[in-house]
């Protein structure tokens, strides 16, 4: 899946002459911590909520509120923003932003297509994301764990045993790595008219089941 796909679209921007009370009125208002600076509809920078933080006068300030307000009108984005900023493409795979992110240690990637800023992608996407593929918001559904050899056709003949019970499989996750067994942990998350007896009849066929768990 591409990041167009999680991406939000209505990204609320700035410009570089916003001052910081706007910012933080808009950060407040719209419920975000990210702000990208655009220029003719061109990043140039990202404010964050860490730079609104550092800008912002202390709590232990003796300034007066009207000195702080001076102050803060003076404080502008281009003066706070993030020069360098770390981007992607509408057709980056969901799991390179991910790597991304990881990588470059920070929690959004604004979009950018043909140099204009179309969407951004934040850690809460990601995270959405992640949720949605393990199925984990399903109702009436049982959550398996279970090892399995780090084999051709492992996979497919659990599968294919798992319909043959009656089972449908709504999502199935499973590490590259394993684990200390040497094995390879595989969720799987179906619906059946008997859960709990399919999750027998598979410990009956062999399977290391590690966990059963139903969500009604």
Same mark, same amino acid.
């Given at each position: 899946m591409f990041v167009s796909r999680i991406m939000i679209r209505q990204v609320v921007t700035i410009d570089a002459n916003t001052n910081l009370i706007e910012m933080t009125q808009l950060m407040k208002e719209h419920n975000i911590n990210h702000l990208p600076v655009l220029e003719k509809g061109r990043l140039i920078g990202l404010v964050c909520e860490d730079e609104i933080k550092l800008a912002a006068p202390s709590s232990v300030s003796t300034l007066s509120v009207n000195e702080a307000n001076y102050l803060l009108d003076k404080v502008t984005a281009k003066t706070i &923003?993030?020069?360098?900023?770390?981007?992607?493409?509408? $057709?980056?795979?969901?799991?390179?932003? *991910?790597?991304?992110?990881?990588?470059?240690? @920070?929690?959004?990637?604004?979009?950018?297509?043909? $140099?204009?800023?179309? *969407? @951004?992608?934040?850690?809460? $996407?990601?995270? %959405?994301?992640?949720? $949605?593929?393990?199925?984990?918001? &399903?109702?009436?559904?049982?959550?398996?764990?279970?090892?399995?050899? %780090?084999?051709?056709?492992?996979?497919?003949?659990?599968?294919?045993?798992i319909n043959r019970l009656g089972g449908y499989i709504a999502t199935i996750v499973s590490p590259v790595h394993p684990d200390e067994t040497g094995l390879r942990i595989v969720i799987v998350r179906y619906r059946a008219q008997n859960p709990h007896q399919l999750a027998e009849a598979l410990i009956k066929e062999g399977y290391d089941v590690i966990s059963e768990h139903r969500v009604l």
């Amino acid at each position: 899946m591409f990041v167009s796909r999680i991406m939000i679209r209505q990204v609320v921007t700035i410009d570089a002459n916003t001052n910081l009370i706007e910012m933080t009125q808009l950060m407040k208002e719209h419920n975000i911590n990210h702000l990208p600076v655009l220029e003719k509809g061109r990043l140039i920078g990202l404010v964050c909520e860490d730079e609104i933080k550092l800008a912002a006068p202390s709590s232990v300030s003796t300034l007066s509120v009207n000195e702080a307000n001076y102050l803060l009108d003076k404080v502008t984005a281009k003066t706070i &923003m993030q020069r360098k900023v770390v981007t992607c493409s509408p $057709d980056t795979l969901v799991e390179e932003a *991910g790597l991304s992110l990881r990588q470059n240690q @920070i929690t959004c990637l604004p979009v950018v297509e043909r $140099d204009q800023l179309v *969407g @951004i992608v934040t850690t809460g $996407d990601l995270l %959405d994301f992640f949720l $949605d593929i393990t199925g984990c918001t &399903m109702e009436e559904t049982t959550r398996l764990a279970l090892h399995l050899p %780090d084999k051709t056709g492992e996979l497919t003949a659990l599968t294919e045993l798992i319909n043959r019970l009656g089972g449908y499989i709504a999502t199935i996750v499973s590490p590259v790595h394993p684990d200390e067994t040497g094995l390879r942990i595989v969720i799987v998350r179906y619906r059946a008219q008997n859960p709990h007896q399919l999750a027998e009849a598979l410990i009956k066929e062999g399977y290391d089941v590690i966990s059963e768990h139903r969500v009604l």
